[in-house]
C-alpha cells in the first residue's frame, strides 16, 4: 500500500516549457487535490476533484489545468511554464468530504523550478 | 478565506508546553491539524468537528470554539520530534465542496 505517490520528484524547466506533474493513489479514494507550497504562503489549493472525470478549480488556478481520467490519478499540467510558478507542489487524496473522511493524505511532494 | 494562525514561531526547550492558535471570521465546519517536517509532506494530527470538541493524541491536543470560530493546539511537555511546522486547515460551513483552506503555519523549535 503506496498510499499517495507523485512524479517527478524534482523537475527543471524553462520559461514556457510545458509538463505534467502525475499523482497517483492506492486508497480508492474519491476526492484528489492538487496544492502549491511557497515560502511563508502554507498550503494553497490549485484544483480538486471530487470523483472521476469531474475537476474543480481551488485558491490559485490560473495557468494550470488537471484531469482525473482514472479514480487513482489525478494530473496537473502547465502548458507554459512561468517562474512564478516556482514551488514545491503537494497532491493530497481523501476518501470523501464531510466527518472523519476529510482526512487528507500528502504526497511526497514535487519541487519545481522554472528558469 | 485563509485561517490566522500564531504564533508564526516559537522556540521552547524540550519538556516545555506550547499552545497554537487558529482562527477564522467565517463560520467553520471543522478544523484540521497537520504537522510538516522539513522537506516532507504534511502529516495528519487531528481532526475538530463542529459542536465544540476537544481531542487527543498522546500529547498533543487541540480544541475548538465554534462560537468564536477558533481552535488551539496544545502540545505538552515537548519532546524533539515535535520540531516543524504546524498547519491548521479549515472547512467553512458555506463552503461547496469542503475545501480546505489552509493558514500559513507556525514554525515550532524544541531545542534539548
Known amino acids: 500500500n503506496a498510499g499517495v505517490t507523485q512524479t517527478p520528484k524534482f523537475r527543471v524547466l524553462k520559461t514556457g516549457q510545458s509538463m505534467t506533474l502525475l499523482c497517483a493513489q492506492d486508497?480508492?479514494?474519491?476526492?484528489m487535490y492538487w496544492y502549491r507550497q511557497d515560502p511563508g504562503m502554507g498550503l494553497r489549493l490549485i484544483h480538486y476533484?471530487?470523483?472521476?472525470?469531474?475537476?474543480a478549480k481551488g485558491e490559485v488556478p490560473d495557468g494550470y489545468n488537471v484531469s482525473r481520467l482514472k479514480k487513482q490519478n489525478f494530473l496537473l499540467g502547465l502548458e507554459s511554464a512561468a517562474p512564478s510558478q516556482t514551488s514545491v507542489y503537494f497532491c493530497?487524496?481523501?476518501?470523501?468530504?464531510?466527518?472523519?473522511?476529510?482526512?487528507?493524505?500528502f504526497g511526497p511532494g514535487t519541487r519545481l523550478l522554472v528558469l | 478565506q485563509q485561517p490566522v494562525q500564531s504564533p508564526q514561531a516559537v522556540i521552547l526547550r524540550e519538556g516545555e508546553d506550547a499552545v497554537i492558535n487558529c482562527s477564522s471570521s467565517?463560520?467553520?465546519?471543522?478544523v484540521h491539524w497537520y504537522r510538516q517536517k522539513h522537506g516532507e509532506a504534511p502529516v495528519f494530527l487531528m481532526i475538530?468537528?463542529?459542536?465544540?470538541e476537544q481531542k487527543g493524541h498522546d500529547k498533543i491536543s487541540a480544541s475548538f470554539n465554534e462560537k468564536k470560530q477558533q481552535s488551539s493546539l496544545y502540545l505538552t511537555a515537548s519532546q524533539l520530534s515535535y520540531s516543524g511546522t504546524y498547519f491548521c486547515?479549515?472547512?467553512?460551513?458555506?463552503?461547496?465542496?469542503?475545501?480546505?483552506?489552509f493558514g500559513s503555519g507556525t514554525q515550532l523549535t524544541v531545542l534539548p
Open positions: 493530497a487524496s481523501s476518501y470523501r468530504a464531510g466527518g472523519p473522511g476529510e482526512t487528507q493524505y
Open positions: 486508497m480508492n479514494h474519491e476526492y
Open positions: 476533484s471530487v470523483g472521476e472525470g469531474t475537476t
Open positions: 467565517k463560520a467553520l465546519y471543522s
Open positions: 475538530l468537528l463542529k459542536g465544540g
Open positions: 486547515g479549515t472547512v467553512l460551513i458555506s463552503g461547496s465542496a469542503r475545501q480546505l483552506t
